[in-house]
T-cell receptor
Framework: GESVGLHLPTLSVQEGDNSIINCAYS??????FIWYKQESGKGPQFIID?????DKRQGQRVTVLLNKTVKHLSLQIAATQPGDSAVYFC????????????FGGGTRLMVKP | EPEVTQTPSHQVTQMGQEVILRCVPI?????FYWYRQILGQKVEFLVS????????KSEIFDDQFSVERPDGSNFTLKIRSTKLEDSAMYFC????????????FGQGTRLTVV
């Protein structure tokens, strides 16, 4: 079946370094992608999104890259800070009725001081 | 900043009992969702609701689940006869009807079935 998945379950980085979190998706009909951050005991929090007609989008310290050829999505966090420690989920919208989001399995980012 | 609010934050219930989880979506949003997250696992879609009816539901959303929008502000998830495996975080989310916009999530209700 269609799925959204993540390559690495845990990523440990040094404070100040850049982080890259990857996501693979298999639904070629997906046309909208979102990265969410989830801190312990909290709900998913929107970070950045990208539409399928784009291959890159930048926010504050974050960049999302989309490679539709290989169905790959990545989140880059510049100058990672301890407050960035969380689980990161990619989610995709395949244009289903109700605009349901399908979430990947999540990557835990751990920032070492 | 507008937010999705959920109550209660934690609910403990006996197996077989009915529970109702409550959500107040963002006021001008038109799409409403319930998601579930079992501890340590990914966020799973349960149901979406639009124009006063279910628009999509997953295999998890079986006959023991129901949703309702009893008034203009609340959106509820009812689990009729809870099972141990229903223990999870339940997240409500809402979304506007603009194309390609993110869903806003509440802080979740932790349901513990004992």
């Amino acid at each position: 079946g269609e799925s959204v998945g993540l390559h690495l379950p845990t990523l440990s980085v040094q404070e100040g370094d850049n982080s890259i979190i990857n996501c693979a998706y298999s639904n070629s009909a997906s046309d909208y992608f979102i990265w969410y951050k989830q801190e312990s005991g909290k709900g998913p929090q929107f970070i950045i999104d990208i539409r399928s007609n784009m291959d890159k989008r930048q926010g504050q310290r974050v960049t999302v890259l989309l490679n539709k050829t290989v169905k790959h999505l990545s989140l880059q966090i510049a100058a990672t800070q301890p407050g960035d420690s969380a689980v990161y989920f990619c989610a995709e919208n395949g244009g289903d009725a109700g605009n349901m989001l399908t979430f990947g399995g999540g990557t835990r980012l751990m920032v070492k001081p | 900043e507008p937010e999705v609010t959920q109550t209660p934050s934690h609910q403990v219930t006996q197996m077989g009992q009915e529970v109702i989880l409550r959500c107040v979506p963002i006021s001008n949003h038109l799409y409403f969702y319930w998601y579930r997250q079992i501890l340590g696992q990914k966020v799973e879609f349960l149901v979406s609701f639009y124009n006063n009816e279910i628009s999509e539901k997953s295999e998890i959303f079986d006959d023991q689940f129901s949703v309702e929008r009893p008034d203009g502000s609340n959106f509820t998830l009812k689990i009729r006869s809870t099972k141990l495996e229903d223990s999870a975080m339940y997240f409500c989310a809402s979304r506007s009807d603009r194309v390609d916009t993110e869903a806003f999530f509440g802080q979740g209700t932790r349901l513990t079935v004992v």
